[in-house]
């Protein structure tokens, strides 16, 4: 019996299309691999230059991504980079085509895990970026290459300094330490809210605010200036301002830093 060449064409076609779906059923999961990086650059700004155009530049700036979605994606496997002053927080990262940065070692340029993705972005180049959160929590991305102003996401507490860049003030080894001539210092009552802590739990630490008499109160955010309950009383009467302040506790001090600046009021053991 002759087969005419159509059937036996359709037959073909029928063959290959069953291998292949049976090939995307069976054969084995294969990872996105990781990107390459084209060769890193001769010159990259350093961690200490992209804070400074973030401090000087992001709140002034529009940014460079205009991005439709962003979505976190996963967590840093090495250490952050940290100003000698404590106040400011440094990653660096890749950049590729499709919006996605990569966790990155600065200089050598390595590349580990996906860390967040800017989707939608108008920006086809692959580069290097760093990421900077400033003393209140805001963040600015930086492009590695020139420090040109790449995005910024403000504080949800503009100009307040966050626990973590508190808790990390107090191990800096270049703190601003502007101290109270204290005259007295009395505990006046309990706090009733846990306090925050670092991951280990060596550090703590509660927001207060400090009225011109030299008491503290107890202040809950986002009310970080509205008093919940009367704690101490510090007597400095060359300070009449009112402002937040940290208390930092950890295994040797009590630390109270300004919370507008990051300055350190007081260190007691």
Known sequence: M???????????????II????????APFEPEPTPTPSPTPIQLISFEESVEFAVNGSYSMAGKWDFSEYRWLGEYEGESFVTMDGLEVGYFEWRTSNGTLYEAEYPGGEIHGEIERFTGVDDSEEYYVWRIILMDGAQAYIDARNGDFLNFSPSRFPGLLT??????????PEKKIEEWIVQSYTRVGDFESKPYETADGLVKGRLLWRIRNGTLYEVWLPAAQYPQ?????????????????????????????????GIIRLIME
């Open 19 to 26: 291998g292949y779906v049976g090939y995307r059923l069976f």
């Open 163 to 172: 626990f973590d860049a508190a808790s990390k003030i107090v191990y800096s």
């Open 2 to 16: 002759k087969i005419s060449g159509r059937y036996l064409l359709v037959g073909l076609v029928l063959i290959g």
């Open 229 to 261: 309950g009367k704690v101490l009383y510090i007597e400095a009467p060359d300070d009449v301002e009112e402002y937040n302040i940290w208390e930092i506790t950890t295994e040797e001090n009590i630390c109270y830093i300004d919370a507008r600046n």
